[in-house]
């Protein structure tokens, strides 16, 4: 089971898209996790400019947008209920013994 999935939303913690003073504007949802280079892609956050030529595919050319990497060790996942950051903890839950994501601050379930 893994601790962070497409879809979760997310807190930069350190590194050069944190924010001292405003903590909250660093957050954004996981659009793609790389576990071999171990980065995370967010919405929003990191954004780098690429400099498209004209195709056939993409008749607008010109400079783009694009969501960059973020290391997988500077992010932290955001509890729904708490609304803090958290480390996210494993369960197993149920008769069928299911696995189940859930906060560590307030033992809230995430998925």
Not at 19 to 37: F, Q
């Amino acid at each position: 089971m893994q601790k962070l999935k497409v879809g979760d939303t997310i807190q930069v913690m350190a590194g050069a898209e944190a924010s001292e003073k405003n903590p909250a504007t660093k957050r954004g949802k996981v659009l793609k996790i790389d576990r071999e280079a171990e980065r995370v892609t967010v919405e929003g956050l990191r954004l780098v400019k690429r400099h498209m030529k004209k195709t056939p595919q993409s008749p607008e050319g010109g400079i783009v947008e694009k969501p960059g990497t973020i290391a997988l060790a500077n992010v932290q996942v955001v509890c729904a209920k708490c609304d803090k950051p958290t480390r996210v903890g494993i369960r197993t839950e149920g008769e069928e013994g299911k696995k189940k994501r859930f906060c560590k601050n307030c033992d809230a379930l995430i998925d």
